[in-house]
């Protein structure tokens, strides 16, 4: 029976499409199948019903009706395109159905009722594109249904129902980028997907971030999705050379060919003293020429590079060199431009560029002897670097720390030739080793604010211009080794604040015009070697507190004139310490119940006059 161009017979009230009539045109352009034929459901495409046939072109509907797309049905009608829909009520796609159908360039719709798509189904359909999504309904796809389906770049997306998947059923889907494996069960790559050259893998990433490979037993885990690694072949970069400011992060991009290649970028400098680079971020550390390499390296073994000259800068202004600090809100002092060749007035701004000046770096002054005059250090700085003012012996006046700076750095006025007051203000925590060594000019008093926690070995070591009081504040926990060695000019009475645990070795050592009382506090636990050695001057008496469980050797040597000691502490104390500059072992303490200790005895706690 012919109906239009179509041959067809009825069975058990069905309609089954056989073909086309043996009178139809030579070209077809565009080939709809009826829903119906005199009443009755066009239901099944009969085997080998169209194939090999070159009068059909253009565009295929098959209706909602048809149940069976029989074996090679559409078998090389390669003149056919656009999209490929199975409609929803399909069960079955048979043997080679689309096979070789390499006209189709659209997309690929597969209904909701499949359940068999059979071997070679979609063999060579190699311009479909899109996504491949098998719906829920399928159980068992055959080998090679959908072999050399090339032009499929989207997602295949694997149902839940699906358990039977035979080898080669995806061979040469290499432009899949994701996999949704939606099935209950873990399938072996290995059995049906292969590249496209063979020899070589097709790679995807776990959503952990762990990688599967199409070959060597990789596997799709059951309820994963998998994103695909287009693997790089070119690396190119728009510039070859980058003007980089010290201090500054710039990003540098680079492109990967093709568009959609996974990025693996590793970056390197052959100087990382010039200039740093992390994850295309580069940053100048010093001034001149680094060279950085951008490189990529596929799972073939080729490895792609580009370079790129990074020229790094100074940032100047008036006199100084800066930077910006990582996050780039604030100023970092470098150093002087004119190195240690600096000479005259040194002005430090409290902003450059509306950015405030937080740190005067390691080193920014050290060695500048041709500076002069006073110097004022902004109320925005928070950290005086190591060695800042190191040798500045042309620096003369007060100095005042503000309470801004949380860190004095190790010789950061070593040899200054500051001739006024020293002004430290509440805030300053840290006071570092050697900070103020030899600074001999200082005078008057010097207090030592409750904010100090820490002061470092050698601190305030020959500082011998100070001619009034020392008073340390009450958060000092360590007074380090010679922090005051050799300050001679020290009078009056020395104040030691109430949280200090340990006085280290030679701490006073040579403080000798300190006069009156001395109280070590409660707090102090460790007196160590000599730390009040030579104070030939003290005429009240000495309280040592509770806390003190170590008195070194010669803690206290040369304490001739001290008139009385108040022992609280039980440890161990020789008299040996106190005694007088004639080694005359007719002196003697004696205690509030009249018991005389002489030279070579222990004190015990008490309290006694000389």
């Known amino acids: ?328 809100d604030e100023v970092i002092i470098l150093k002087h431009k004119d190195g240690e060749n600096a000479a005259g007035e040194l002005v430090i701004p409290e902003s450059i560029d509306e950015k405030p000046v937080t740190v005067i770096s390691d080193n920014a002054f050290k060695g500048c002897s041709g500076l002069t005059g006073g110097l004022t250090i902004p109320e925005s700085v928070q950290v005086i670097g190591d060695n800042a003012f190191y040798g500045c012996t042309g620096l003369t006046g007060d100095l005042t720390i503000p309470g801004n700076v949380k860190i004095i750095g190790k010789e950061a006025f070593w040899n200054s030739g500051f001739d006024g007051k020293l002004t430290i203000e509440d805030g300053v925590k840290t006071i570092s080793n050697m900070a103020f060594l030899q600074c001999s000019k200082f005078t008057e008093d010097l207090e030592i604010p409750d904010s100090v926690e820490t002061i470092g070995n050698q601190a305030f070591e020959q500082c011998e211009g100070f001619d009034g009081s020392l008073k340390i504040g009450n958060s000092v926990e360590t007074i380090g080794d010679r922090a005051f060695y050799l300050c001679p000019g020290f009078k009056g009475r020395l104040t030691i604040g109430n949280s200090v645990k340990t006085i280290g070795e030679h701490a006073f050592y040579g403080c000798n015009n300190f006069t009156g009382d001395l109280v070590i506090p409660d707090s102090v636990e460790s007196i160590k070697t000599s730390a009040f050695e030579g104070w030939k001057n003290i005429n009240g008496k000495l309280t040592i507190g509770t806390g003190v469980n170590w008195i070194d050797t010669d803690a206290f040597k040369g304490w001739y004139s001290v008139s009385g000691i108040i022992k609280k502490s039980a440890a161990t104390a020789n008299i040996d310490w106190f005694w007088d500059k004639d080694d005359d072992d007719t002196v003697c303490f004696v205690s509030d119940n009249g018991t005389e200790i002489h030279k070579g005895e222990n004190i015990e706690a008490g309290t006694y006059v000389r």
């Open 1 to 328: 029976m012919v109906y239009g161009n179509l041959k067809y017979k009825v069975v058990e009230n069905e309609v089954t499409i056989l073909g086309l009539s043996d009178n139809s045109p030579s070209e077809i352009h565009d080939l709809v199948i009826p829903d119906t034929i005199d009443g009755k459901p066009v239901t099944v495409i009969s085997d080998n019903a169209f194939s090999f046939s070159d009068r059909l072109e253009g565009s295929l509907i098959i209706p909602n009706s048809v149940t069976t797309i029989g074996a090679e049905a559409f078998m090389s009608c390669e003149l056919l395109k656009g999209d490929l829909i199975i409609p929803e009520n399909v069960v079955t796609i048979g043997y080679e159905a689309f096979y070789g159908c390499q006209g189709f360039d659209g997309n690929l719709r597969i209904g909701s009722s499949v359940t068999v798509i059979s071997q070679n189904a979609f063999w060579g359909c190699r311009n479909l594109s899109g996504d491949l999504f098998i719906p829920e309904s399928v159980k068992t796809i055959d080998s090679c249904a959908f072999y050399g389906c090339t032009g499929l770049t989207g997602t295949l997306t694997i149902p839940e129902s699906l358990s039977n998947i035979q080898d080669h059923s995806f061979y040469g889907l290499y432009g899949i980028t994701r996999i949704i494996n939606n099935s209950d069960h873990d399938l072996k790559v290995s059995q049906f997907w292969e590249d496209k050259d063979d020899d070589k893998m097709v790679c995807f990433r776990r959503s952990d971030g762990s990688e599967m490979n199409t070959k060597h037993g990789g596997i799709l885990n059951k309820k994963s999705t998998y994103e695909r690694k287009v693997l790089p072949t070119q690396i190119i970069s728009g510039k070859k050379t980058l003007d980089v400011n010290i201090g500054t992060p710039l990003t540098v991009s680079v492109n990967l060919l093709p568009d959609n290649a996974y990025d693996r970028i590793t970056w390197g400098s052959n100087n990382n003293n010039i200039a740093t680079v992390s994850n295309g971020v580069v940053t100048g550390i010093g001034p001149g020429k680094a060279i950085i390499t951008a490189s990529v390296k596929n799972n073939y073994g080729q490895s792609y590079s580009e370079t790129l000259t990074v020229n790094v800068k100074y940032r100047v202004s008036g006199d100084l060199i800066y930077k910006y600090s990582k996050d780039g």
